[in-house]
């Protein structure tokens, strides 16, 4: 059992509050969890997350109560423990500014057949409601894993969902997906395959109202658009928020394009002028509304291929192909599929701290054509028994097609040093320098060094650290200094 609460209080101010570096948020946050073993085989969990949140920016208040509850239990049965069954309860209910309520119920099992066959049973509903716009979904997966020897295993898993959007429709998805993966051994080193297929089918009927999606997730990728997953999206009721909630800024982390009836979200990784702000790989989630179709049907086919030679010096040789083949059919708007043809190729050598890549990529696209060149290495090494050191450096070109045509050349470096002082403290510093040309953006340049000193004794940790940063982005200049202390006990 554990209780926790924490507060927390950001601001940042120019000369005043119409500033548009101006930036303030308050959290309250109250956390209770418990854990119960019934038996070695049968586990409980029951988590509730209370949160309280308001974030101010010009022009914008937002103020948000989220109260989560999450039940979780899982049971290990049959001779040796061999199956599992897995089952899930979470309600979310959110007031204030944006205001939801979401409650989802899982039950996933597995059973293990003989030592190579095991088949996997999923069945998920989910029931959510805003103002007057409600749905419903349940859905169902069922699928085998096969391993043969140890070189091959094989997934084949099929799937149907229903959701009911009310006034608004139906929508009805079903489908299958394959997936190969092959590992030998050879005389020159490891090969290593896998392919995988998918073919969805979805039928949307009924009225022409809106429908809602909350809690999309996608992650940040640097200057590739992120896709979102409906068509017909009402771009104003776009909110793009983190896992705790906080908002990001259109225009200052974000911008919206659409392309024949589909949205795109570039995100911009390198820090903006008001927090929070994106890093690459960072996950993140989008709410939004869309236009309901009275009729349209979409049949997509999927396929994946990549192979790798590594070889015993260190070297590897590889080779990815990604298709998309789609044919979308509509009463109400004539929407251009979403087809791909992309190929990789790359070389990469690692020995000891040593790592070097070469890659090129290109994507023959309907909607977002590209072609990629990478370099990149980074090395790391130790400079005494508690301390290390690593360099990096990648420089990236990137060429995008119509009807988006821009080219952009990316040069990243990086270094840091970390000592352990004693058992109980440790140092570390780090810079990292960014230089983004891009022809529609203009040149993004900028630095930002961070360094910290923490400390642990048992339970309890401590972090004092500054970061500076310097940055010009789009003719801003952004100069920041932010010091925090951190401290965290543990019962």
Sequence with gaps: MSFQYSSSETSQDGFNHFASDFFAREDQRLRYSVDHDFSKLSHFHFDFDRTEARQETVGAVVNTDTDAYTLSHNYMFGEGAKHRLDSLFNYINQSGSFEFQNLRLQERLKLQHTPSLLSKYDVQYSKLERDM???????????????????????????????????????????????????????WGTLLSNYSASITRSDQTGGSGKGMVVGEAHVATDLVPVELGRTNIDVSTIRVRTAGGELFQEGDDYTVSQNSGRVFLNTVVIGGVVPPNFSEGQEFFVDYEFFVEPERREDTLRQGFSIRERFKNGISIFYGLR???????????????????????????????????????????????????????????????ATTASLGLTNQWLDFGEPDAREVELLEASAEVFSRLTDKYSVSSS???RNEDDTRFGLTEGFQIDNKLEYHYRQFSATIGAELSFLERRDDEIDGIFVYVKAQRRF
């Design 431 to 433: 810079v990292d320098y």
């Design 133 to 187: 716009l409600d749905s419903q979904q349940i859905r169902g997966q069922a699928g085998i894993e096969h391993r043969l020897f140890e070189s091959l295993v094989t997934n084949a898993d099929a799937f149907v969902s229903k959701t009911d959007l009310g006034p608004d429709g139906n929508l009805m998805q079903y489908g299958g997906i394959l997936g190969l993966n092959y590992r030998k051994m050879n005389p």
């Design 323 to 385: 298709t998309q083949d789609q044919t979308v059919t509509s009463t109400v708007a004539d929407i251009m599929p979403d087809e791909y043809l992309a190929h990789t190729f790359g070389i990469d050598y690692t020995h000891k701290g040593l790592f070097l890549l070469a890659e090129y990529s290109m994507e023959d696209s309907t909607l977002i054509p590209l072609t990629s060149k990478k370099l990149e290495g980074r090395y790391r090494w130790l400079i005494g028994p």
